[in-house]
């Protein structure tokens, strides 16, 4: 079909980047831009989840970034330089999905191995471009971009920043980012260092009484990355500097940092755009939410929304489905982001404050739970089920219908250990059966959902399914509709409105 669209996708970080894979992926043409002249060269964001290895199988991206990452066996946590608990990270997420695993994989690694993609896909991003300006032409969105000295506008009927946490995009619509700035200092270190805590093969938490670190190990670099928080007492006195930091590094953790390849200092905020989305304009990642990286939820938040919006933007693109669907968009994923970024918040603020209460919790209580938490199976599996963002569900979706089913719409299709259709999670629209499949040509067109007959087993029985239910799946992975052979009325007027 002739694609009679314009897409502008603004920024090339990870969610740009996703957002450009899932495009191509359905056929989509677009513009991507960034102001930058290539891909970024830190380490940043770390943690790649689940969910998103889920979303990167239809890339064949699942087990690159899972080889060339490293998955950690466990999390240690130490108090100064004592090792109080190790969580078994390793067998966390056995039977929840088909990667039982999070992956430790630097982004700027990650973003190279996204553009490969892309340029295999047929795309490239448009470098040392960036977005200026926008003005509203009757439905159109007229975009002032600048290319060096050069200054070009071109149409589109879709522009969509992924320009991160300072995005012009946001600003140019006149979209509020809500929230505030945290008063404490952050940095990031890439470094040769030795000591107890990077013999460790795994990520370690290390906590003193007044502040905190989190250490672990790049592959390849034969270096440790470390992020934490100034010391209260240098951030009183603005001393900044590796120089200042480095002796009280080394002094409280028993390290020795022998050489320092990257350093660097910075704020973190918690602040959610008021609307994800104005009109013809989306935002997507940073440009949407920005939160503490306690937990390493950022960037894989970023990745789904860029997953969710993505298919939406094909099908109305596309299959000319109700711009509706794009409205789904923003009470999906705001609802979401906001919720991480309260949560990502009330642990920020028990890691970082510095009442004695905190300082009890972060040097007592917190290694007692962890000792437990390393102790009972169901506990690590809630653990998992919250860092690698399996739990995402859309209750309140305008996508869900009221069906009877015990598993209802708006939640991930739940993983069924070693079944084969789990190679075409999140391809495109599909119907899971068990019983008997709905005679799809009583439907007035030809219907792009794929029939899947599933095996009913114990663990099928287990992950919740109804043997005499339908499950109509959406191509991010979700539940859509569910109901009974017998209510094929219903099923043709939800793919009526929302798929064809
Ligand atoms: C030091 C540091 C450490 C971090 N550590 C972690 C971590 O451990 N875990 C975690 O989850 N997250 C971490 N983060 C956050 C993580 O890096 C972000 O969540 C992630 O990069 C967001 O991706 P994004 O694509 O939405 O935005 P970005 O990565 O910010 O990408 C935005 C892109 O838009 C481009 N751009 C901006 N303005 C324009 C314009 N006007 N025109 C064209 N292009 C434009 C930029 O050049 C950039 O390439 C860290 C961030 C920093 C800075």
Redesign the pocket.
Known sequence: MKQNKEVLI???????LVLALELAYRGVAFRI????DGP?E?S????VVPKVLESYKKFGLDQTVSEKGIRPEHINYYVKNMKKSAIPLGRLGRGQSAYPYVVTFP?DEHEKVLLEQLKKMGHSVEWK????SLEKIDDMNKVVLKKQDETVTGLFDYVIG???????VRKSVGITFSGETYEEIFY?LDAVIDGKITHEESGSFVFVEKYFALFFPLRNRQTTRG?GMFPPDLVRSEAFSFEALKPRLENEFSITIQKKNWF?D?KIHRRTADQFNQETVFL????AH?HS?AG?????L?IGDAVNLGWKLAAVILDDVDEALLRTYESERKRLAESVVSRTDNAFKVMASQSKVSQLIRTRVVPLAAFAAGQSEWLQSQVFKVLSQLYISYDESPLNNQGTSKLKSGTRLPYADGEQFEFKREAGWQLHYFNEAPDFSLFKKEIPVELIRRRWTDKTSKAGFEKDYLYLVRPDGYIGWTGKPGSTKELFDYIAVWIT
């Open positions: 603004v920024g090339a970080g990870p969610t740009g831009i960034d102001k930058n970024g830190s940043r964001a770390m943690l982004q471009t960036a977005f200026d992924c320009d991160g946490a300072s995005s012009s990031v992020i660097s910075y997507a990642g940073d440009a920005i990286p390493g939820q950022g960037m894989n970023g």
